[in-house]
Structure formats: C-alpha cells, structure tokens
C-alpha cells in the first residue's frame, strides 16, 4: 500500500512519517531548511479528523463493559487512528494562509 506523505514546498522532498508527528504549523525541510506551512485545507481536513476520533472516543467510552481496560483500548485505537491518518492529510505550501480568510 502506498502511503502519499507531504512534500517540501521548495525542493520536494518527502517527508518520512516520524518526521510529521510533533510540530504544530509549520515544518522545516531537512533537506534545504526552507520552512513549509501546512495548507488551509490541510488545517481544516485533520483538524475535523481529530475532532471526529474524540467524540468516537467518548462515544465508545461510555458503553457500560465496567473495565477500565475497555476504555484504555479504545483510546488506543482512536490514537493509532489519528497517528497513522494525520500524516496523510498534510500538504504543504510556503506562506502561511490564515486559516479564517476567505483567501
């Protein structure tokens, strides 16, 4: 399966899986130090995801099983959810866009 992970803005390069896990708007290129901005669509895309996978979250949370083990697998579930989808929603541009513009 081919996974389709975000390229730099500048030069293409593409980044690997780990890379894209801790940063919050904007990541800096390794291979030419430009600094790339996560799109406005991208912002919206994952951001909506997120939200979506915590309300499954505390949806599923309160199904009454009474095993405190129920509830730490769900949440883990929802988190690999998250880490392995997150990535893939990313795009990249080289200015920053306001994410409440109509730009």
């Known amino acids: 399966m081919n996974i ?10 593409q980044f690997k899986r780990h890379q894209l896990l801790a940063f919050v708007y904007s990541k800096k290129c390794p291979s030419c130090q430009a600094e790339n901005f996560v799109t406005k669509k991208s912002r919206l895309k994952s951001g909506g995801f997120n939200v979506a996978m915590l309300i499954l979250f505390l949806i599923v949370s309160r199904i009454p099983v009474g095993s405190a083990l129920y509830v730490f697998v769900c949440l883990g579930v929802v988190l690999l959810a998250i880490v392995y989808t997150h990535p893939r929603l990313l795009r990249f541009t080289k200015t920053d866009q306001d994410i409440f513009s109509n730009k």
């Open 4 to 13: 389709v992970l975000p390229k730099c803005a500048t030069c293409g390069y």
